[in-house]
C-alpha cells in the first residue's frame, strides 16, 4: 500500500522502531520495515541512522560507501531523528519518488515561490530555517510580496505559516491566484479559517509529527514544576532575603499519583508513555477509546465520562485541539468537579479553559494549581489576574521550542508542500468539519 | 512517685505508652517553624516518645541526661558532637532523617557504641523524579520561560527561549545506586540513551531493564552525555568528583545536574567553565553551603538553576521518613536489629 512512506524521505531512513516511538500506526511502521529492507538489502537494522543513510546511498549511488562497521559510527548529539535532509544533496528530491526529476527542476526551472513572514525578527522565521525553504523554494516575504504585488503574486504558490503568521485573510487569498497550499508549522490550526480557504481551493497542511515529542515532554515538565514547586523554589535559592532554607517546605508527589489525560491522540499517548515510568494511574478521555493493546501499553483507563476522570485525578492535563467543541471545555463546573489537591496542566490551546474560571477557582483554592504552556491571548495583558497568583505557573507557549522540534517542524512543513505541488500524497492535510 | 518525677522534671505530665509503661526519653532539636519537627508528626511520635527538645534538656540536664536514650535528627539538628555524646551516657541510637549521612562522624558515634540510622528508600523516588524535574526545567529553560512570561514586556516569541530536546537525548547516570536506577526508569520512557558509571557494574537483567550501558570509566560518559547526573553519596571517594577536567571533558552542549551533595563538585571550577561556555548550563539541588551566599555567582547566572535541597521536600515522603525513623529507633531500644541501619 505505501511504496513510499508519507511524510517525507527522512523517514525512510528510520527504523521499524523508531516510527513507532513517534506513534505512528504499526501499519506504517510494517511498510515503511518492509520498504527499507527491500531496498537497502538489509535483514535487521536497529535504527541507527548512519547504517540506513548509508545503506539508501549505496541503494541511489551504487559505488557508494559500504556499511561502516561500528567504531565508526558518529555519535550524533542527541539521537537527532531523521537526517537534515535538504543538507544532503545525494539526498535531494527524497521528497517524491523521482529524485532525478526533482534535481532537474532545480537546476534549470524556477523554484516554486512560498510566502513567509518575514525572515528573522521578533515573528520571522528563524534564519537556519529560512536557508531549509531556500533549497526547495523561492522564499517571498510579506514585505517584498506588497512592494511588488504585480510579479510576486502568480509566484507565490504556498505560504509557510510560522508561530501563526502571516495572518491569512480572504484579501491576502484573493491576491494570490496560484496558491495551493498552506503549510502549517505546527500542529495546531485553530488560527485558520479552513472553511473559507478550502473554499478558494486551497489546501492546508499541519506538522503533527515534529511536535509530538517535545510537547509530551513540555507536560512533563510543567507537571513536575508545579508538584514539586519548582519555580518557586528558584525564587528562594536566589533571592537575597534568603538566610536558610526551611524545612517545611512541601510540594506534592508525582509518582503514584493520578494523571488525567484529557485528549489521547498522539501527543495525549506520548505523555502516557512517559507518565507510566513514574509509575502513575493513567486515565484518559478522548472522543474514541483507544485499541486494547494502546491502553495497555501505558496502563491507561478509559473515562468514557469527563467527570469520572475530573474526580479521580490529581494531575488534569489538557491534550486536545482547539474546536467548537473543545472551546471553554474546562469551566466552573468542571474545576469544581476537580479534587482540591489537583493540579490542572494545559498544553494545548488557551481557548479551551475558561480562564476567569480558573483564577476563581486557583483564588478559592478550589484546585491546588495550575501549569500553563498557552492563555488566550498569548501574551496575556500585563493586568491580567493570572500574574499576580502564585500557585500558577505561566511559560511562554515553548511546548514545541527546541532546537530538534522546530527544524523537523520545518522539514515537515516542506515536505507537505512539496507533496501537494507535485501532487504526490499529502502526509498530513487538515479538513474542514 | 508521680508526684517526685513531676518535680524532678517540671513537666505537667508523664507519657505512658499503650501497655502503661513509661516511653523513651528521644531528643529532638525543636518542634514546628522553619527547622522543628513536623506538628502533624507529633501525634504519631507521641504515641511512641517522650520528645524532649534541646530547650527542655538543657533546663534540666541532670535528670534527662541519664534517661534519653535516642536521637532523632531531623534535617541535621539537633548537632552531635563528642560533648553532647559525653553527656548522654545511654545514649543507644541515632536516627538520621534523609539517605545522606557526610553530616554524621560516624566513627566517633561508633566509639561510644551508638547506633545511626537514615531513611535511604523513603527519599528515593523523589529525589529521582526532582532530578527529572530539574532536567528537563533546565533543558526547555522553564524558569527562564516564566520570568518572561509574567514580566512587564511582553515582546517577546517562543523563539527567545529555544530550549534542547530531553527526548532521545543522552544522559549520563553517575552514582546508579537507589536512586541513580530510578531516573533510569524514568528517563528510558523518554527514550533517552542512558550510560551510567557505578564503583560496580549492575547486574544484565538490571541493565537491561532500563537500556542503561556501563562506562567503566566516567570520561566515556562525560564525553558522550548530553546531560550529566550526580546521584552518588558524598564520601572521601567522591569529594570533588567533578573537577576541572571532568566539566572539560564534558560536550559543550551538555548539561549538569546534581541531586547528591554540592561537595561533589568543584564549584569554583563550576563556575569558571559556565562563564566560559564550556559545557551549557547546570541545574543544582545541592550546593555547598546551603545556602550559597548572597553574593556567589552562580546566583546570577541565566544558564544556572538551583533550588533549595528539596528533593525529597513532600509531604508523604517526610511522613514515611518519620515512620521510618520511629521504627529504627524503637528496633535500636529493643536491641533488635534496626532497619535502616548504617554500618562504618
Redesign the interface.
Known amino acids: 500500500r505505501y511504496a513510499f512512506p508519507p511524510g517525507g524521505g527522512s523517514e525512510a531512513l528510520l527504523g521499524g522502531g523508531a516510527c513507532w516511538r513517534r506513534g505512528w500506526g504499526s501499519a506504517h511502521c510494517r511498510a515503511m520495515f518492509r520498504f527499507t529492507q527491500k531496498k537497502c538489502g538489509l535483514s535487521e537494522f536497529g535504527g541507527r541512522f548512519t547504517l540506513l543513510f548509508n545503506a539508501w546511498r549505496k541503494h541511489t549511488q551504487p559505488t557508494a560507501a559500504v556499511l561502516p562497521s561500528r567504531s565508526l559510527i558518529p555519535v550524533r548529539k542527541a539521537n537527532f531523528r531523521g537526517l537534515s535532509l535538504p543538507d544532503n544533496p545525494s539526498l535531494r528530491g527524497l521528497y517524491s519518488r523521482t529524485p532525478k526529476a526533482d534535481v532537474q527542476v532545480m537546476a534549470g526551472e524556477e523554484l516554486p515561490g512560498v510566502l513567509i513572514l518575514d525572515v528573522g525578527g521578533t515573528h520571522g522565521v528563524l534564519e537556519n530555517l529560512v536557508a531549509l525553504l531556500k533549497k526547495h523554494f523561492h522564499v517571498i516575504t510579506l514585505k517584498e510580496f506588497r512592494e511588488n504585488k504585480e510579479e510576486m503574486r502568480k509566484k507565490i504558490q504556498s505560504v509557510f505559516v510560522f508561530e501563526n503568521r502571516p495572518t491569512i485573510d480572504r484579501e491576502l487569498l484573493e491576491s494570490l491566484p496560484n496558491l495551493k497550499v498552506i503549510g502549517n508549522s505546527g500542529v495546531g490550526v485553530d488560527h485558520l479559517d479552513l472553511k473559507m480557504i478550502s473554499n478558494f481551493g486551497v489546501k492546508v497542511t499541519n506538522t503533527p509529527h515534529a511536535v509530538a515529542d517535545s510537547t509530551a515532554d513540555i507536560g512533563m515538565a510543567l507537571m513536575l514544576a508545579s508538584a514539586r514547586r519548582l519555580v518557586e523554589g528558584c525564587q528562594i535559592a536566589v533571592s537575597p532575603d534568603t538566610k536558610y532554607f526551611a524545612v517545611n517546605w512541601l510540594g506534592v508527589e508525582v509518582t503514584k499519583a493520578t494523571l488525567g489525560i484529557i485528549g489521547m491522540g498522539n501527543i495525549g499517548y506520548k505523555v502516557a508513555q512517559r507518565a507510566k515510568a513514574f509509575d502513575m494511574r493513567i486515565l484518559y478521555h478522548n472522543r474514541n477509546r483507544r485499541r486494547k493493546e494502546e491502553e495497555e501499553a501505558v496502563g491507561a483507563h478509559y473515562c468514557e465520562k469527563m467527570e469520572d476522570l475530573l474526580q479521580q485525578s490529581d494531575f488534569v492535563m489538557l491534550v486536545v485541539n482547539l474546536t467548537p467543541e473543545t472551546h471553554k471545555l474546562i469551566g466552573k463546573k468542571e474545576l469544581g468537579l476537580m479534587k482540591p489537591t489537583a493540579t490542572l496542566i494545559n498544553i494545548s490551546r488557551g481557548a479551551i479553559v475558561d480562564q476567569d474560571a480558573l483564577v476563581e477557582a486557583l483564588q478559592n483554592k478550589v484546585i491546588r494549581a495550575a501549569a500553563l504552556d498557552v492563555t488566550y491571548p498569548e501574551p496575556l495583558p500585563r493586568d491580567h489576574p493570572f500574574l499576580k497568583l502564585n500557585n500558577i505557573i505561566i511559560t511562554p507557549h515553548i511546548g514545541t521550542a527546541t532546537v530538534q522540534a522546530i527544524r523537523m517542524m520545518t522539514e515537515e512543513a516542506i515536505a507537505n508542500i512539496l507533496a501537494v505541488l507535485n501532487g504526490k500524497p499529502i502526509p498530513s492535510e487538515v479538513f474542514p468539519k | 512517685m508521680l508526684k517526685n518525677t513531676k518535680e524532678k522534671k517540671g513537666l505537667s505530665y508523664v507519657q505512658k505508652g499503650m501497655e502503661g509503661q513509661e516511653l523513651p526519653y528521644v531528643l529532638i532539636d525543636s518542634i514546628?517553624?522553619?527547622?522543628?519537627v513536623?506538628e502533624d508528626h507529633l501525634e504519631f511520635l507521641k504515641k511512641h516518645f517522650q520528645l524532649i527538645t534541646m530547650k527542655e534538656y538543657l533546663e534540666n540536664k541532670k535528670f534527662l541526661s541519664e534517661n534519653i536514650k535516642a536521637v532523632y535528627m531531623?534535617?541535621h539538628k539537633p548537632v552531635i558532637n563528642e560533648g553532647l555524646l559525653q553527656s548522654l551516657p545511654n545514649l543507644k541510637v541515632v536516627a538520621s532523617s534523609g539517605v545522606g549521612i557526610d553530616h554524621l562522624d560516624l566513627k566517633l558515634l561508633s566509639s561510644y557504641g551508638v547506633k545511626v540510622s537514615n531513611t535511604p528508600f523513603a527519599v528515593s523516588?523523589?529525589t529521582?523524579?526532582?532530578g527529572?524535574?530539574?532536567m528537563?526545567?533546565s533543558s526547555?529553560?522553564?524558569?527562564e520561560?516564566?520570568q518572561?512570561?509574567?514580566s512587564?514586556n511582553?515582546?517577546?516569541?517562543?523563539?527567545?527561549?529555544?530550549?534542547?530536546?530531553?527526548?532521545?537525548?543522552?544522559l549520563g547516570i553517575v552514582g546508579m545506586g537507589t536512586i541513580g536506577y530510578k531516573v533510569a526508569?524514568?528517563?528510558?520512557?523518554?527514550?533517552m540513551?542512558i550510560l551510567y558509571h557505578n564503583r560496580n557494574q549492575r547486574n544484565k537483567e538490571e541493565e537491561s531493564a532500563v537500556g542503561a550501558i556501563y562506562c567503566k570509566k566516567i570520561d566515556d560518559l562525560l564525553q558522550?552525555s548530553?546531560f550529566v547526573l550526580l546521584s552518588v553519596s558524598l564520601t572521601p571517594q567522591t569529594h570533588k568528583l567533578i573537577g576541572k577536567r571532568e566539566l572539560e571533558l564534558m560536550?559543550p552542549?551538555a548539561t549538569l545536574i546534581n541531586i547528591s551533595r554540592g561537595l561533589v563538585v568543584d564549584q569554583d571550577a563550576l563556575v569558571e567553565v559556565l562563564q566560559n561556555k564550556v559545557i551549557k548550563a547546570a541545574a543544582l539541588d545541592v550546593t555547598h553551603p546551603?545556602?550559597?551566599p548572597?553574593d556567589h555567582p552562580l546566583?546570577?547566572m541565566k544558564n544556572v538553576?538551583?533550588?533549595?535541597?528539596?528533593a525529597s521536600?513532600?509531604?508523604?515522603?517526610?511522613r514515611l521518613m518519620m515512620e521510618n525513623m520511629t521504627e529504627s529507633i524503637e528496633a535500636g531500644l529493643r536491641g533488635l536489629p534496626i532497619p535502616n541501619e548504617v554500618l562504618l
Open positions: 514546628g517553624g522553619k527547622h522543628g513536623y531531623w534535617y523516588t523523589d529521582a523524579d526532582f527529572m524535574a530539574l528537563l526545567a526547555r529553560r522553564l524558569v520561560g516564566y518572561m512570561a509574567v512587564p511582553t515582546e517577546y516569541s517562543p523563539a527567545d527561549c529555544l530550549g534542547a530536546e530531553v527526548s532521545g537525548a543522552t526508569e524514568r528517563a528510558k520512557a523518554f527514550e540513551k558522550q548530553d560536550k552542549t546551603e545556602p550559597l548572597r546566583l546570577n538553576i538551583i533550588t533549595p535541597h528539596m521536600a513532600t509531604k508523604k515522603t517526610r
